[in-house]
Nanobody, 120 residues
């Protein structure tokens, strides 16, 4: 059974940093492209960053490029998102999952997510 457990969120001031973790289980983690997603208040789910199975290739949405870094440890079935220079608009619940087509998001399993709040 696929399971994702996200952690590391919290309340941080603008300009601050957080490191999110995602513990995955129930599938062959090391063989899958993985992604971080977020849902801001009043908005739909948004793809934030993607990492290839062995971490060689990464992609980011423009708004987080240069500030966020996605990484993974396949030996631990864990993925990370280092977030620096956080902005108010980064406030959201952050989720991890396999890299999924957007038209399947509504029907897929999602973990609880971890809340990131950027506030002064």
């Amino acid at each position: 059974q696929v399971q994702f457990v996200e952690s590391g969120g919290g309340l941080v001031q603008p300009g601050g940093s957080l490191r999110l973790s995602c513990a995955a289980s129930g599938f062959n983690f090391g063989m899958r492209t993985m992604s971080w997603y977020r849902r801001a208040p009043g908005n739909g789910r948004e793809l934030v960053a993607t990492i290839s199975p062995f971490g060689k290739n990464t992609n980011y949405i423009d708004s987080v490029k240069g500030r966020f870094t996605i990484s993974r440890d396949n030996a631990k079935n864990t993925m990370y998102l280092q977030m620096n220079s956080l902005k108010f608009e980064d406030t959201a619940v952050y989720y991890c999952n396999k890299d999924l087509p957007s038209n399947t998001w509504a029907s897929n399993y999602w973990g609880q997510g971890t809340q990131v709040t950027v506030s002064s």
